[in-house]
């Protein structure tokens, strides 16, 4: 690391400590003159941020806070964020983060992250020499076409990008510097966006095809040239796309899918946590999916291979499984379905969705629709008629696009749901009972996954290392949070789980022969000493 002295210390978010400088520091680096008299510790500087903080008055304006403590005091704004993670998580990442996004063009301050464009084409490996930090473990890239619930936002979408980051540094314990937030700006189908004065992306049309393709790949390429110990996640990408990119790359570079195979995972875990609840067994269950996008399709493709390690035939496993989708239960009578749903599809009188429920009787009810509202009180009172414990994990992000939140669900079971949501619900009180939702979303695996990748250099990713992942997080959630009814962990323990996800995704990728150094014996301690602690 570069040393540097007064101003330009205090300028650079990485080495700044501000008024935690001492007074042998002050000295020692120029900074005499530059700070007040009194030297503070990281606590006191997180009491002056936190009611900074808790003085704006809209999470818009927190979520611009933060994000300029992150470019003035790195070391502080993680701190923070890890102490105070139950508070902080929603600003930085759903909910706040969409807003974010919709508004990033006019809440813009200063450049994070790195921008590509077709205007790069030819020249992206040269480009990427501009990053100012040479050892990235961790490139999170999006082309900003469905970003959360939202659809597509176009160059809007590095917030989330960026978001995704900052979960990596604080739920993963990923180093900053080994971060990358990338936003392939391909164009924006989005026309209310491309008339905006304030938009700072390109403002055409969506490259498509060829033109499309052979930029992600030349991208790609650059990435495996110039950081070739990095993995790519590949975030937000339109359904089409996700897949046919995890298709075309899974099986030459180190890379995944957050929003199939993130998302399949947490909910998977989820599913197991909740026989814990229900007493059912695993794999007694059926599972009733609605939507069949990249998060539906890809749970319902890591479900397969966990039913039948549970000890189901695929054919049983599959039955298992339905989807439906704007016309009803996806049945095999139709005449067009999406590839990858088709294997789905149940010999079964074309009927809506309510009949659906009625008729398959479903144990667990997932939605992933991006629509506000699309689990009906109707819908989810006859979950209730048939299941003593109805499982409703409403995936959907942001808070605004939830399918249902969590009091409806406790409300129209007479508090008898079991809900995960996508994006953090506060605590509710029915009656004499206190329930506290547990939050459903691919931020408990990806950064765990990262963070083994990282400790494993495992030159691919596979799915067993989202199946182990569900199960060490599903294992990871205690009597007394199966006790509120919450499926997953508390996220105070989230950098626990990450740490346990990582140490099994290691001992996966010896397993299946992804891995070209011999690893610690001492997985457990070798993972811990790899995770960043923001002290200064
Ligand atoms: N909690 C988490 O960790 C995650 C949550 N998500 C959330 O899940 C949502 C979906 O994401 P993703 O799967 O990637 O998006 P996609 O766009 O790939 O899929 C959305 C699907 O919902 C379908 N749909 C839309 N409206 C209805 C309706 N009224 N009835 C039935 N189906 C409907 C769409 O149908 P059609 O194909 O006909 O348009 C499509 O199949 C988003 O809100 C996202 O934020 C995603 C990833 C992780
Ligand atoms: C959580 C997430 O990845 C999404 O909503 O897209
Ligand atoms: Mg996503």
Known sequence: MKLLRGKSLLDDPAQNKSTAFSREERNQFGLRGLLPYKVTDIKTQ??????????KSSDI?????????LERNQRLFYRTMIDHLDEIMPLVYTPTVGEACKQFAHIYRKPQGFYINPEDRGEIASILDNWYETDVRIVVVTDGERILGLGDLGANGMGISIGKTALYVACGGIHPTQCLPVMLDVGTNNQTLREDLLYLGCPHPRLTEHAYLSLVDEFVQAIQTKFPNALIQFEDFQSQNAFDLLDRYRKQVRCFNDDIQGTAAVTLAGIYTSSRITRKSFTDLKIMLLGTGSAATGIAELMMPAF??????EDVARSRISFVDRQGLVVSSREHFKPRIRPFAHDHASVNFLEAIESIQPDVLIGATGVAGAFSETAIRKMAQFNERPVIIALSNPTSHTECTAEEAYRWTDGRAIFASGSPFPSFRLGEKLFKPA???NAYI?????LGVIASRARLITDSMFLIAARVLANMVLPEEIEVGAIYPSLSRIRSVSHAIAVAICQVAQQEGLVDDALPQDLTTYVRTLMYEPNY
């Open 46 to 55: 997180q009491e002056r941020a936190l009611g900074n903080l808790r003085r």
């Open 61 to 69: 304006e927190k979520y611009i806070f933060l994000n300029s403590l």
């Open 308 to 313: 039948c390690a549970a000890g189901l035939s």
């Open 439 to 441: 939050q459903g979303n």
């Open 446 to 450: 990806f950064p765990g996954v990262g």
